[in-house]
Nanobody, 123 residues
């Protein structure tokens, strides 16, 4: 139900925009999140947005560089990533959680996961 895209290879300091298109769910009923998993590490929270787009949350390491947004008319959530660093290299996953209030950083709150898209940042 979630299809992530937009990953690729970029030099440090560059930008990428990830997209995640949802299907077969009532998108506006779901809070959305982005997580990432680097080689040999656990999957970690990156950013989340509530159902309306009026509330966002970010892990400290991406604040000021990444922006999460959503378009409920297009059933799509985005992650704009600027000033990319080598340590941002990971597989990025989008996820949907049936939350009507707030956002969540907890993986087990999310009901659906996308397949992941690889972001590689070269230094």
């Amino acid at each position: 139900q979630l299809q992530a895209s937009g990953g690729g290879s970029v030099q440090a300091g560059g930008s990428l925009r990830l997209s995640c298109a949802a299907s077969a769910i009532t998108f506006s009923n779901y809070g959305m999140g982005w997580f990432r998993q680097a080689p040999g590490k656990e999957r970690e929270f990156v950013a989340a947005i509530n159902w309306s787009g009026g509330l966002t949350d970010y892990v400290d390491s991406v604040k000021g560089r990444f922006t999460i947004s959503r378009d409920n008319a297009k059933n799509t959530v985005y992650l704009q990533m600027n000033s990319l660093k080598f340590e941002d290299t990971a597989v990025y996953y989008c996820a949907a959680a049936r939350l009507r209030i707030g956002t969540s950083r907890m993986r087990n709150v999310y009901d659906y996961w996308g397949q992941g898209t690889l972001v590689t940042v070269s230094s």
